[in-house]
């Protein structure tokens, strides 16, 4: 009796929790058809207000983050993770100069993208609407929901957001004052919906709202994404790791590979775009590998039997390290032999994200690019340059790694889905 | 111990199913860059050649159909099936025409589809490549085989198929004679794979291989969608149901409308374009329904109370018609007194696929285009346009009722994704 009890409960607890995140789903499917008809200048004058809300509230937001940080630290989390967790008057400020960063940019939706009449008469438009409801998965960083908000508001959708259980409490206040500055510029509040159970059951039933959810991106590590894979039915835009390399081929400029290869490393080593592999020209290696190892005495390098011969302090290599986004201040080294062996190694162990060559041979050049599977490819170029804004399109919801919609960094454009309108005056098939 | 015996047995049969697919898998992903790099007059000797081959072989292809016939029949499988399945000499010059067609078509892959300079000189292209490797699960009809073969070849994809067990003898046989067609052109046969497991079980792995598949398309029933949205974990284009209404407004001319709907309900009921509902303004349901009925009298209609008494040979309409996607000669009939109910009914039963709407007032038009939430939205012309070749594609692939990287018609340009290439002179990050 007592365990037949038990598991009655636990079911009824799944099913009233899938019956909340269908509740929120249909709420965000009601908003959707308003927002979507929303005028520029009234979304504009709402994140403008959300802007200055954030900074009016900052008090507010601060202590709330401050509870998120003392239980964080009660947890035992690294000072990695509570650095990203943290929120300073400094970051509220970034993130309200996002919102008015955003209000600047032109709004897509209603853009003709292609038209066409037929030889019937019926006239064909493309026209960019937004997508719907946006739901986004992501990780601690309490920017990203004013960051998603902004964009989604922006594109005329519907942000659908759950963050982590970590940083709830900050993620809540940054999301009330959204909400309210909202409602105050007659947006409706529910433009913004943020999940407040953020447990791991809740995060399976979100991912599978598929009556609700237009498009569904993840903004965090390789567990994330590879739930999404098993348990989304919503489709999705995976915004997956960066494994960059840098090829420097054997016509290279040495100082300007130098460059890129320092650049691409150690600009800034935690972010998705940062150089994490670099392959050699075998004519060029004695040179360039002893120049980097004196240029990022901080850097750790670990490669093959001929680098570690050019380079002593380059360490041993093992196959797991080709393959790994180290996210800091380590890089893999790999010498080759020719331009195919290094198209070879990069579409192995790359992850479709960004590939850089340094070549002053343009048909080196060519061929990398044609060859290379990836979202982005760059010739003579810091891998640092993929990203939103360097790419002209004002601000990012995150960098595809898939093929379908989007590949690369994805901006409100984006964020919207192309209808077909067709007009005619009375005809039928024949 | 033969419990366990046996255990073990069904897990190495799961696991040598699942190697098995992993290895077809491994052979697309291995000949995907090949494609990408095939010139365009290749590709479109190798389609010629291929259309061919089918002519040629007619009399083998009809033998291996024969065989599917004979074990459906002996299953008891519907005439409708059964015509399906059926390949007759005229039904392969119709596929042998279709490769024709697309060889003709333009080569969507190098397409720049927009290009920038950014202020720091970097120049910014972007530029249509093939998705790779493109899977494609299907029902019944065998020539589905060779048309999504030609789309995928013409645009640089590998064809990666996993067609019914009801036609495997006729796929076998048509994809035979395809990849030897290809060979004979040095186009790689691995262009076209057909996965030759048609069990349940290996058509669950074959929506899993997400280290080797770019993209997975549906073209079949409600039970395949939802199998795909359960068990996918590569992105999918789904081509859902078309529960498309029209919609006849108080000012429509009522001979246009009586035209749209007797042309989109009759002209080819079994297609996802047909009409199967029509949302009728009272003001001037009085008049129109009588002659819909008079102007159809094979299909039959089921409405609301208000239909039922304009028309006695109306049925009543349950929630589930209104909601269905007959297929056939039966029609749903529901009368709003406004616009805004006309367009509530809509999205509120409609699939997303293609909604109509008759009428003479420009903003009611504008209206139903803004706020039906659709693929495709119609004025004054029949739902049956929506179709590839009547949008100018060409061909179609499917009808994509998403919302990500295609709406609608899908042709061969949905068929690549767009590449980043970035070029530089040295340019680093500040």
């Known amino acids: 009796m007592e365990a037949s009890g038990a598991l009655a409960t636990a079911g009824g607890e799944a099913t009233s929790r899938r019956q909340a995140m269908e509740e929120l789903g249909r709420r965000a499917r009601a908003v959707a058809p308003l927002l979507a008809a929303t005028p520029t200048d009234r979304k504009n004058r709402a994140l403008l207000a959300a802007a200055d809300g954030l900074q009016s509230h900052a008090e507010g937001l601060l202590e709330a983050n401050e509870g998120d940080l003392a ?44 038209s066409d009449v037929r030889p019937n008469g019926l006239r064909i438009e493309q026209v960019r609407v937004p997508l719907g409801v946006v739901a986004i998965v992501y990780e601690s960083r309490p920017n990203v929901t004013s960051d998603a908000a902004g ?44 999940v407040e159970d953020t447990s791991r059951e809740a995060a399976v039933e979100f991912m599978r709202l598929s009556d609700y959810v ?29 494994n960059c390399h840098v090829y420097v081929d054997r016509t290279a400029d ?40 004196r240029a990022m005495p901080t850097v750790e390098m670990v490669g093959d039997e001929t680098s570690r011969a050019l380079a002593p302090s380059v360490g041993e290599a093992d196959e797991a390290d080709y393959g790994t986004e180290f996210l800091d201040y380590k890089l893999s080294v790999r010498v080759v032999d020719s331009l195919d062996a290094a198209i070879d190694h990069v579409n192995h162990y790359g992850t479709r994200h960004s590939e850089v060559i340094v070549t ?30 360097e790419m002209g399109y004002g601000a990012e919801i995150g960098i595809s790694t898939q093929k379908l919609h989007v590949r690369g960094p994805m901006g409100l454009v984006h964020l919207t889905a192309v209808k077909n309108v067709i007009r005619g005056d009375g005809q039928i098939r024949p």
């Open 360 to 389: 002053a041979d343009e048909d080196s050049a060519r061929r990398f690019c044609a060859e290379v599977d990836a979202a982005c490819v760059l010739v003579n170029a810091s891998s640092r340059f993929v990203d939103g804004e």
């Open 254 to 293: 040495l100082d300007m590979a130098e460059a890129i290869v320092v650049n691409g490393k150690t600009q800034r080593p935690s972010v998705c775009n940062a150089t994490e592999s670099i392959v050699l020209h075998a004519e060029v290696a004695a040179e360039v590998l002893p120049r980097l190892v």
């Open 71 to 114: 239980a964080a630290k009660e947890a035992g989390i690294s000072a990695t993770l509570l650095d990203r967790l943290r929120l300073t008057p400094a970051r509220i400020d970034g993130m309200a100069g996002g919102l008015r960063q955003v209000a600047d940019l032109p709004d897509p939706v209603g853009t003709v993208v292609a």
């Open 151 to 194: 964009l989604c508001l922006k594109s005329g959708n519907v942000a659908f957001l759950r963050g982590s259980s970590m940083a709830i409490r900050s993620n809540l206040a940054i999301a009330e004052v959204l909400r309210r500055s909202y409602e105050a510029c007659d947006v409706p509040a529910d433009a913004l919906i943020l």
């Open 214 to 242: 237009d498009c569904l991106i993840p903004r965090g590590g390789p567990a994330l994404i590879r739930s999404i894979m098993e348990n989304a039915t919503v489709p999705f835009i995976l915004d997956g790791d960066g």
